[in-house]
C-alpha cells in the first residue's frame, strides 16, 4: 500500500493530520499497537519538523508485509550541520514553534529511537530528506 | 484510579467525553513540551498540562493518551474540544497549579513515569 500526503509549512492547525490519518490505516490493518506507536510518533514528529522549518513537504509511505517506511521530502532552509541537528537539545526552532510545545531538539532524536532504521540527507538552501522504516516482524527488526 | 475519580482530586471540570470517566488511569506525566511526551511509552497516562493548544491532543492521540487535565483554568478552545471528542479523550480543566495536581494525584497513588 502506497499513500502520499502533502504538508504546508506553517500551518500548525494541521500539524499531526497526516500522523492521524496513517494511524487510523495501520489501525485497520491490524498492526501491532506498540510498533504503530513507534511509526505515528516519528512520522508525528517528521510533520511537525516540516511545519515548523520548511516551506513545503511531502510525505510517502509505503506499508506492505514486512515493514513501513516514509518518506518525508520538503523543500526549505536545509540542515548545514545533520549530526549537530540530531543531537539532543540543539535546536533552531522560533518562538512561536516553542509556543505549540515543541523546539526543544527532541524531533529528530526521538525519530531515530523510534526506528529501525533512519537516513538523513539535506541540501542547505534546498531542502532535506527523511527516510524511515520500522520492520513488522521483530524477528526481521533485531536481527 | 478511574479518570473520574481523578477529576475529583483535582476539583476539576469535565470537558468532554464524559463516558468514559471509568477508564482506568495508572500514570502521570506532567509537561508543557510535547516532544517530551512523546518519549513516554506506558499505557494509562493522564497528561497534565498548562499549554492548551490542538498539539496537546495529537501528542496525547500518538501516545495514546487517553485523559489531559489542563492546570490553571486554561482556556480550551472548540477546535481542541473537537479533536479530542473525535479522539475520545477526556479533558479535564482544573483550577490548581500543574504542580498542585501533579502533588495531589502522587500522593493519591498515580505513578510517575522516569
Redesign the interface.
Known sequence: MQLRYEIAGGD??K??NV??AV?KVLRKLNID?AIS?HI??AL??GE?NVVAHAYSGTIDVEIDNSMVRFIITDTGPGIDDIEKAMEEGYSTATPQVR????G?G??LS?MK?NSDSMKISSVPGEGTKVEFIKYLNRDIAYK | MTIGELTGIVNGRVICCEDKLSTNVEYAFAS????????V?QENIVLITG?A????I??S????INCVVFGRDKKIGD?IISLAKENNMVLVESPHSVFHIAGVLYKAGIKSIY
Do not use: C, H, P, W
Not at chain 2, 492521540?61 to 495514546?64: A, C, F, N, Q
Open positions: 500548525f492547525t500539524a499531526g500522523a492521524s494511524k499497537q506507536k505515528v510518533i508525528y514528529e511537525v509556543e505549540m510545545g515543541f526543544a527532541m524531533g526521538n529511537k | 508543557d513540551l510535547m516532544s517530551d511526551v512523546l518519549t511509552e499549554l493548544n490542538t498539539q496537546v495529537r501528542t492521540e500518538m501516545s495514546d477546535q
